[in-house]
């Protein structure tokens, strides 16, 4: 696909939002919609246009975007050793993957009681809820990819002569990537998910206070802002996710042609 | 090639046989099993082959479904051990390998282009540059030379049994294996790749062991044709027909029904 015909494509996702925005300044404007409901996207704009002169928006933002990466950075790497290490290793798999799926099957936000008694509404507290959400969805994707790669190019590697190593790196990762970047993608979903409650709950800065601290004053434009912008994280996110993809798995037949 | 001394010997027997000098026209030897017995449990799948094969022969193994014919081919490759018996190799070249194995099935990477494809082959025997360059030239002999850079999703089935092929080959080594590797083909395709591989073969004589259901596809290629049955070998036939050899022609024939005989008979 060309690069305008991929534009294209892309516009179109764009085009219901955009609709949705038009239909609700105009229910606004026309008195449909009070206020203190919902204030016009005109107003959620001028807040916008205030915080961000104020800085006080950036702060917010990259206060917690260092979270969500720290907490991922975190989560993830441990996630993706321990799925490496299971997948490789029988010995490690019946050590631990019973004990990882128990702990995998409770929900982690119902640890938020715990986790404030632990460490207080510092950030270890957010960082720890953030990399125990984004640990599973890595851990249980790389496991399964290893797991799924295909005994038979495995076969193939060990008659050509290749050494753990090089069927590690040659064979075994490549054939577990398409696994692994699903576990990726979903992991995303979860970190922002995680810190937005851990925020919300108990924070002193970042983008979950900006918002509780906005409903405390009533400012409701502020706090439909909060949740656009999460919105937009949330996709950014996920497009570079994709973009990674698509240059990590060109040979994959299902991006081919995308 | 030069030519290769009898070195190698492996022996799975608590006494180990005694390498006695090869008999063969060339007078050099690419395999030789000696008395090769191979159990899974309590079921005996080989049950004493002797198989002399010189270096640079095509032969051809033959049987029903379960004979034991794979499991020869997989002691051959090093996949798997002898129960008793011995297995002794024709030493092999610097810079070569020593077997290579042909699959059922393709088996590339899905991941890696056509020629990164071909350079396994090359695992341990070349890198870099050098790698590339012969990965380039075994895959002009077996035509593919202008898909060298493409991903084998956008390949042919019979095309990328050719690079499996190209893949084998690229470590030019003394025997190859090949287990039923054109049984999935269509039969044109098919045709088309047994006449690649006998022209290469008559290019590089390396000893080939092709495991194969077709009778004709055997007599067709092979100096020699053994049925196995029941664990043991029960013909050994030469296949005494100068090539280019005619398909369908009436010394072929015979010798196809000589062997369908015995393997119904």
Known sequence: MSFSARLQANAIGWVLPVLVIAGWEAASRAGAMPANVLPAPSAVAEALWRLTLSGELIRNIAVSTARALAGFAIGGSIGFALGLANGLSRLSRGLTDTTLQMIRNIPHLALIPLVILWFGIDEEAKLFLVALGVFFPIYVNTLLGIQSVDPQLVEMGRVYGMDRRALFLRVVLPGALPAIFVGLRYALGIMWLTLIVAETISASSGLGYMAMQAREFLLIDVVVLSILIYALLGKLADSLARLLERLSLGWHPAFQNG | MPAASLTSVRSFVAAPVPARPAISVEGRRAFAFKGVEKRFGDKIVLDGIDLDVPAGQFVAVIGKSGCGKSTLLRLLAGLDRPTSGSLTLGAGDEGHSHTRFMFQEPRLLPWASVVKNVEVGLTGIAAGQDARQRALDI???????????????????????????????????????????????????????????????????????????????????????????????????????????????????????????????
């Open chain 2, 139 to 265: 895959l002009g002999e077996v035509g593919l030379a202008d898909r060298a850079d493409e991903w084998p999703s956008v390949l042919s089935g019979g095309q990328k049994q050719r690079v499996a092929l190209a893949r084998a080959l690229v470590g030019q080594p003394q025997i190859l294996a090949l287990d039923e590797p054109l049984g999935a083909l269509d039969a044109l395709t098919r045709i088309e790749m047994q006449q690649l591989l006998e022209r290469i073969w008559l290019a590089q004589k390396f000893a080939a062991v092709l495991v194969t259901h077709d009778v004709a596809e055997a007599v067709a290629l092979a100096d020699r044709v053994v049925v196995i049955s029941a664990g043991r070998i029960a013909l050994d036939l030469e296949v005494p027909v100068a090539r280019p050899r005619r398909r369908g022609s009436a010394a072929l024939a015979r010798l196809e029904g000589t062997i369908l005989d015995r393997l119904f008979g």
